[in-house]
Structure formats: C-alpha cells, structure tokens
C-alpha cells in the first residue's frame, strides 16, 4: 500500500498541454526530460455506484505492451489517498477483481466483485516529468503527469487534458505551495472531480448528442405486418407501399400502428436495419 499525496488540474486543450509540459517547473524545481507512454483505463463499480459515493474507485489499466494491473484507490482527507496496486494476469476486469491479489482482497471488504460492472473506459495519453529539489540533493520530490483521456461512445469521441502532480517523498516544497505557484504561472486550479466521473459525464453528454443526431438524421421505422403469412401494404396514390414513419425503436414502431390500424397492440420483432437514404419498398 502506497500513501499519496496529489492534485489534479484541468488544462484547457492539447495545445496548453504541450506547452506545459515543456515549461519550466515551479519553485525552482529541476525536472527530468518529459517520457511518453500509452494505457487504457477501465474503471469498474456497482450499479448503483457504491464505490464513488464512499470516495473508493478501482480500476484495470492496460499498458501500451500488454501487461496489466488492478489499483484501488480509497479516497482520504486533505488530497491523500491509499492506493493499492498489483499487476494481474486476467484480461477481463471483473475476473481481475475476483482474483487474489490485494487490491481484489481490499475491495471485498466494500462491495461482492460479482456486482462490479465496466463503467467507463479511457485511452490515455501520457507524458511524465519527475521532479526534484535542491543544489545538492537530487531525491525525486514529485511527478507531474501530462494527460490526454479520450472517452468513446456511438462513434464519438471526446478528449480532455490534465495535470497531475503527485508527492513522491516529503520535504520541501510543499505540495500545496505547487498547487498556489501553478495557479499562479498558468491559471491552473485543483480539480475535485474523479476522472473517471469526469469522463462519466462526457459519455452521458455523448449518448445525448448521439440520439440528436439519430433525430436529426430523420431515422424512419418500417412496419411489416404479417398475417398468416401475408403482408400488409398501405394504398397511396394508386400504389402499394410499406407504412413507414420518421422515428426509432418500438415505440415509434406502436405509434405508426396505432395509425394505421387504430390500435397499437402486437408482438414486436426488429427484422433488421440500413443506413438513411431513399429506399422505400413498394410493390
């Protein structure tokens, strides 16, 4: 188990990113030349997100050659947080989190793995700078991390950026004296948000912009009604049309019964789907 003591801050797009991440540190603090490595984050809890209201989340993270590693994080005052972390052998998360290791251990003691549930997953970005302090004495004080998270959903993609410092051994500067100096050279503010809840409520924003974009698409439902083996066709300007209507789903598909036959009443079956274009059946 690993105490740490950490912020993270908002960076307002990749451009601001990459300029910090070359910038000089605060307070005089010398800094190794930057390192870049990729990993995908998935993040787990129950449905009713148990882990994230007792300020407890864990996660599979899949490094950029393979191996992988469960963490669970438990939330403390004054930004610490314990972190317990082993590197596992399973590809599945919740195998992961039903395995021995120690995160898993710990985390029975919160919630039954079985519950557990992927919830959000990321693709990450990073770029690392370790930091120390002195004229003399060269210990590592701090990393600082450059992230770029990309959340996926419906074919749309989102990415954010962060900063992420991290105290690697006591003394100073302190971490809160970084977190002013920070503010100060670059207008960065400590996040309070989870990441993982931040990338949540992109996906939501997602699903929405998603279902707008069906609308806006003018998705249509086709309704085939079948009676012992006939189909029934709708009569329109002297020809044989299938009755289709602008919407999705079953719902839409009730309502545009409801219109034709005067009762929304059936046994639903999705026969099948096409992209939008012009291609009403008729016979």
């Given at each position: 188990m690993a105490a740490e003591s950490q912020f993270r801050c908002d960076v307002p797009g990749p451009e601001a990113l990459a300029a910090l991440r070359e910038a000089p540190l605060p307070l005089e603090l010398r800094s190794s030349e930057p390192a870049r490595v990729f990993h995908r984050d998935i993040y787990l809890d129950t449905s009713d997100r148990a882990l994230l209201a007792r300020g407890v989340s864990c996660r599979l993270r899949i490094r950029a050659d393979?191996?992988?590693f469960v963490t669970l994080f438990i939330g403390g005052g004054a930004g610490t947080v314990e972190r317990y972390e082993s590197e596992v052998a399973e590809h599945d998360p919740r195998q992961?989190?039903?395995?021995?290791?120690?995160?898993?251990r710990r985390l029975r003691g919160l919630v039954d793995p079985a519950v557990l549930r992927p919830r959000?997953?990321?693709?990450?970005?990073?770029?690392?700078?370790?930091a120390s302090s002195g004229l003399f004495r060269r210990r590592p004080r701090f990393d600082f991390l450059y992230d770029a998270s990309t959340v996926r959903h419906g074919g749309l993609s989102r990415t954010f950026e962060e900063l992420q410092v991290r105290r690697l051994a006591p003394g100073l500067p302190r971490?809160?004296?970084?977190?002013?100096?920070?503010?100060r050279a670059h207008g960065l503010r400590p996040l309070l948000l989870p990441r993982h809840e931040r990338a949540a409520q992109?996906?939501?924003?997602?699903?929405?912009?998603?279902?707008?974009?069906?609308?806006?698409?003018?998705?249509t439902v086709v309704l085939l009604a079948l009676n012992e083996g006939r189909i029934a066709f709708?009569?329109?300007?002297?020809?044989?049309?299938l009755p289709a209507a602008e919407g999705s789903g079953e719902e839409a598909a009730r309502h545009l019964l409801q219109d034709v036959t005067g009762s929304g009443v059936g046994d639903f079956s999705l026969l099948g789907s096409s992209p939008p274009g012009d291609w009403l059946l008729q016979a």
């Open positions: 393979d191996r992988r992961a989190f039903a395995g021995d290791s120690e995160p898993a959000i997953e990321l693709e990450v970005e990073r770029w690392s700078r370790t971490l809160e004296q970084v977190a002013r100096a920070l503010e992109l996906a939501e924003t997602m699903v929405a912009e998603s279902a707008a974009r069906m609308f806006s698409a003018q998705a709708l009569e329109q300007e002297g020809r044989q049309n």
